[in-house]
T-cell receptor, first 115, second 116 residues
Framework: AQSVAQPEDQVNVAEGNPLTVKCTYS??????LFWYVQYPNRGLQFLLK??????LVKGSYGFEAEFNKSQTSFHLKKPSALVSDSALYFC?????????????FGQGTTLQVKP | GAGVSQTPSNKVTEKGKYVELRCDPI?????LYWYRQSLGQGPEFLIY????????DSGLPNDRFFAVRPEGSVSTLKIQRTERGDSAVYLC??????????????FGEGSRLTVL
């Protein structure tokens, strides 16, 4: 069965410093991996995806993620954190092939960026 | 607005009652999804519609849960004989057909259901 794990409940970082939010995955076949963000009182928003191609994927708001097949990881990164990046981040994997849009989400990691 | 709209935003009901949650997807999106998010957890898939038909309802927890999308646009999630364990935020998302394949979903803000 497909799954993702986010080992950190919370990540704290100072504004201006680089940030990393970790995600590992377990899939059979080629992984379709995603990051979504949930701001307070807002719906989940798509950030970026990896389907194939370059291992470094660029997404919205200056975020990027690095796909590492040997470590089965898909960590979310940003070179310089902003206070406004503080939110709940979810890693997800598509469950199976085909046009299902059925995603399996991790438990989420709260990112706290302090001024 | 142009986003996915869900009503009500909050619903408090008593154990055993019937509840309906409504989702109005982005215009033109053929795919519609329901997810459930319990406190401290990530969203869990419930059901997926492509057009009017339920293409995948494998996530519905039991036969108390049912969803319809009769005209291929608005969808209603129906919960019969609610139980306290049904308390959660119910999320609706929509996407284009291509978005369904690539996992780029547009989520609403959710309907928070509390069963007393």
């Amino acid at each position: 069965a497909q799954s993702v794990a986010q080992p950190e409940d919370q990540v704290n970082v100072a504004e201006g410093n680089p940030l990393t939010v970790k995600c590992t995955y377990s899939v059979s076949g080629n992984p379709y991996l995603f990051w979504y963000v949930q701001y307070p009182n807002r719906g989940l928003q798509f950030l970026l995806k990896y389907i194939t191609g370059d291992n470094l994927v660029k997404g919205s708001y200056g975020f990027e993620a690095e796909f590492n097949k040997s470590q089965t990881s898909f960590h979310l990164k940003k070179p310089s954190a902003l206070v406004s990046d503080s939110a709940l981040y979810f890693c997800a994997v598509r469950d199976g092939p085909g046009n299902t849009g059925k995603l399996i989400f991790g438990q989420g990691t709260t990112l706290q960026v302090k001024p | 607005g142009a986003g996915v709209s869900q009503t009500p935003s909050n619903k408090v009901t008593e154990k055993g009652k019937y509840v309906e949650l409504r989702c109005d997807p982005i215009s033109g999106h053929t795919a519609l999804y329901w997810y459930r998010q319990s406190l401290g957890q990530g969203p869990e898939f419930l059901i997926y519609f492509q057009g009017t038909g339920a293409a995948d309802d494998s996530g519905l927890p039991n036969d108390r849960f049912f969803a319809v999308r009769p005209e291929g646009s608005v969808s209603t999630l129906k919960i019969q004989r609610t139980e306290r364990g049904d308390s959660a935020v119910y999320l609706c998302a929509s996407s284009t057909r291509q978005g369904a394949n690539t996992g780029e979903l547009f989520f609403g803000e959710g309907s928070r259901l509390t069963v007393l």
